[in-house]
């Protein structure tokens, strides 16, 4: 692929500010990285060809969606052949209460991320879409408090 351009400390002060407010104006970024407006529009559209910029979206809030309850699940699946591997991660990209699902290393296979409105809703979620052909087991662990949750990365 293309070789991405090192980022100098202008572009990642654009990345900082872009974190911390998406729909900042471009006159308001240029002044707050020292930027001409023309200057910053260029540097922003060079960070989205780039790949470093991948799009932009709106922090909803979950208790006014009635999607409350927070939960994390193991799931060690039967046997780990590439074919269960693929049915399982296409199933779980057509689920909307999955945030995100994880291939990890240790003692089980996938770690779930998911949202619903409460246990109930939970028990059904597992029953439906989650406990399906291939899963062994799953573990689950509700989420008693957020203590920090961000979708914004480190910029070293």
């Known amino acids: 692929g293309r070789r991405r351009p090192m980022l100098d400390k202008i572009s990642k002060k ?3 500010e872009l974190q911390n407010d998406g729909r900042i104006s471009n006159v308001e970024l240029a002044a707050r990285v ?3 407006p ?3 529009l260029e540097r922003v559209r060079k960070l989205h060809e780039t790949g470093y910029i991948m799009g932009y979206t709106a922090q909803l809030n979950p208790q006014l969606l009635d999607v409350s309850l927070l939960v994390f699940i193991e799931v060690v699946l039967d046997r780990t052949t590439p074919e269960v591997f693929d049915a399982f991660k296409q ?6 209460e999955v945030l995100e699902c994880h291939m990890v290393a240790g003692g089980f296979d996938y770690l779930v991320k998911a949202r619903v409105k409460d246990m109930a809703a939970y028990r059904e979620f597992l029953g ?3 406990l399906q052909k291939g ?3 799953t573990h689950t662990y ?3 408090e957020e203590v920090k949750n961000t979708t914004k ?4």
């Open 153 to 156: 990365l480190p910029i070293k």
């Open 135 to 137: 899963v062994r087991e």
């Open 38 to 40: 023309a200057a910053c």
């Open 142 to 144: 509700a989420v008693m």
């Open 14 to 16: 654009i990345l900082a």
């Open 91 to 96: 199933s779980v990209q057509m689920i909307p």
């Open 34 to 36: 020292n930027l001409s």
């Open 128 to 130: 439906k879409t989650l």
